[in-house]
């Protein structure tokens, strides 16, 4: 069965930077859309990222547009989430998510990972 490891999580200061990555195992990962989404506490969670198989499509939060980038190396069955330009708003636990298809890369993910802390301060 699919699994999903995040890695990276971590304290920063604003202006800061972190990389997320997430390990896949279980299937093929190269058939699957990644994603990744965030839940800061008392909040629900909220789309962050995603991006297609073939990294033909792919879709940011206006929140984190110019300031995160989502990428995956199928070779190592690993997506990650590059984070600049560190907010404190951007604290929260973020998912990696993985579902089989292309369409509506908001919604509808099958797979989720554990997730990581990320702390931005002020």
């Known amino acids: 069965q699919v699994l999903l490891v995040e890695r990276g999580g971590g304290l920063a200061q604003a202006g800061g930077s972190l990389r997320l990555s997430c390990e896949f195992s279980?299937?093929?990962?190269?058939?699957?859309?990644m994603g990744w989404f965030r839940q800061a506490p008392g909040k629900e969670r909220e789309f962050v990222a995603a991006l297609t198989w073939s990294a033909q499509q792919i879709d940011y939060a206006d929140s984190v547009k110019g300031r995160f980038a989502i990428s995956r190396d199928n070779a190592k069955s690993t997506v990650y989430l590059q984070m600049n330009s560190l907010k404190p708003e951007d604290t929260a636990v973020y998912y990696c998510?993985?579902?089989?298809?292309?369409?509506?890369?908001?919604?509808?993910?099958?797979?989720w990972g554990q997730g990581t802390q990320v702390t931005v301060s002020s």
């Open positions: 998510a993985a579902k089989q298809g292309f369409l509506l890369l908001r919604t509808r993910y099958d797979y």
């Open positions: 279980g299937a093929t990962f190269s058939t699957y859309t």
